[in-house]
């Protein structure tokens, strides 16, 4: 792993980034941007650079163990009322007993303020006593117990997965920083179905400290002199990161030109993991020329046991099931390009995953779709239409445009968001042209980009270059079917 970079003094440690203001934080970042060697892609840095001098920043360290989690941050948060909203797995009565162990502590200018761990609402709140318009600079201390992923509550959603847990060979860690929720009406309950989300796009300077073996983040990962990894990345919603204790041999597939970005495959068994690497690399490649280029230079692929979840989007980072990694397999193409496609949404246009899961989910799924159709024809495309996509037969039909938590279970959320939503945009570009959808689609991005998109203003976007393709759109997603 090559050298880290130099950091500049406000973000070299959190104690000292607790002093500034939010403003200088985000300068200070704004000149990292500037200096530091492939953390971005260059035909993205004026994106970024927007994003970087308005967004939140993370600096801080952090412990990881068999047992247990340790981190001390300082988080710029731009805009705040009287409490401000963390979201973390660690939170979450899914997670199991290790819920009961979670310690966080907040200051502000060295005085302490309340914080409250809400386990059945998977929060955390910080109390600041007043509103703090121009942004205020939050001192978090957090500790907790590592999960086991056998004590994991069964049906627990995002937790209940695994993707922060201890698995033997290899520990996710999902959601296991606090991050701040951006978008009103994303911080209550997570239902079994839901993921959490709904960040904004930020900063993040983390050094992280595993005891052994090979840690991989959703950011550029660097090694520092003092043997930590630096995590750094920019118009990051959220770090995810993945350790394997005993070790393990990244696969890498370089991009084909500047704006391809790097694919890094982990697995812990040795195997080949080039093939599934290939793949990827061959759909983001794709990705990039059909809908711009994203703004990370390196992505990573890390293989975990996460079943019911057949793979999870982070920013930077996918995870993909122990069971979906066979290349040769058309399940596993389709669970590759489904979370690639998560890299355009959410993680580049965002979006709150509770109060609007009709914006992301049925977007990546009509960019699989895509994927397939330029790949493999129209009469392959058709059929994957109809066995993946196609809701007909399917029972407790409703309309997809509502809140995660309005719908009745997860079967019904799974039928609306990922098959008849996804089906209108499939029925859009065989009504009105694949070019006019794809068109459509490109404007979302470029309106939203690093920013975030509800179902208003996504189908504000669409209706600038096909007014008839949002009114479809539209229909389907307010309507039930039937």
């Known amino acids: 792993m090559p050298t880290s970079w130099a950091l500049p003094d406000l973000l070299a440690t959190p104690d000292v980034a607790a002093t500034a203001s939010v403003a200088e934080l985000q300068q200070a970042a704004v000149d990292l941007l500037a200096t530091a060697d492939g953390v971005v892609v260059e035909s993205q840095r004026a994106l970024v650079e927007a994003a970087t001098s308005a967004g939140p920043v993370t600096v801080g360290s952090a412990s990881v163990d068999r047992d247990r989690v340790t981190a001390s941050l300082a988080v710029a948060v731009p805009a705040a009322d009287d409490q401000v909203v963390l979201r973390i797995l660690a939170a979450s009565e899914s997670i199991g007993p290790s819920v009961d162990s979670l310690a966080i502590t907040a200051t502000v200018t060295g005085s302490d303020v309340t914080t409250t ?134 696969t890498t597939v370089a991009g084909d030109g500047a704006a391809a970005p790097v694919v890094v495959a982990t697995s812990d068994d040795g195997s080949d993991d080039r093939p599934v690497a290939q ?81 992301d989910e049925p977007l990546a799924q009509y960019l699989t779709w895509r994927w397939f159709l330029a790949q493999d024809g129209q009469a392959f495309a058709d059929g994957l239409a109809a066995r993946s996509l196609s809701d007909e037969g399917q029972p407790d039909r409703v309309a997809p445009a509502q809140a995660a938590a309005d719908f009745p279970d997860g079967s019904t959320y799974s039928v609306a968001i990922y098959r008849t939503a996804a089906t209108a945009w499939v029925d859009a570009a065989e009504a009105h042209g694949v070019d006019v959808v794809d068109d459509a689609i490109r404007q979302v991005i470029a309106d939203h980009a690093l920013g975030v998109a509800d179902v208003e203003s996504l189908l504000a976007s669409v209706e600038q270059v096909s007014p008839a393709v949002a009114e479809d759109l539209r229909e389907a997603f307010s309507t039930a079917p039937g």
């Open 279 to 359: 793949v990827s690399h061959d759909q983001l490649v794709a990705y990039a020329e059909r809908w711009g280029d994203l703004p990370w230079p390196e992505l990573d692929l890390v293989r975990a046991p996460i079943l019911p979840a057949a793979g999870m989007e982070f920013p930077g980072l996918v995870i993909e099931d122990t069971e979906y990694w066979q290349p040769t397999d058309v399940g596993t193409e389709f669970t590759l390009a489904h979370e690639w496609a998560h890299q355009y949404f959410h993680a580049l246009v965002g979006n709150g995953s509770l109060s609007d899961p009709v914006v």
């Open 117 to 250: 761990v809400e386990p059945e609402l998977d929060r955390v709140v910080v109390d600041l006593g007043a509103a703090a318009p121009d942004g205020v600079v939050l001192h978090l201390d957090v500790a907790y117990d590592l999960p086991a992923a056998e004590d994991l509550a069964a049906g627990g959603g995002p937790a209940g997965y695994g993707l922060l847990a201890d698995h033997g060979d290899v520990v996710t860690l999902g959601h296991w920083l606090p991050a701040v929720v951006a978008v009103p009406d994303n911080d209550g309950a997570v239902p079994q179905w839901g993921d959490l989300g709904a960040f904004a796009a930020g900063t993040w300077v983390v050094d992280v400290t595993v005891p052994e073996g090979t840690l991989r983040t959703g950011a550029v990962d660097r090694a520092t002199p003092e043997g930590t990894v630096r995590a750094l990345g920019f118009g990051l919603r959220d770090l995810a990161a993945t350790w394997f204790p005993d070790g393990a041999t990244p």
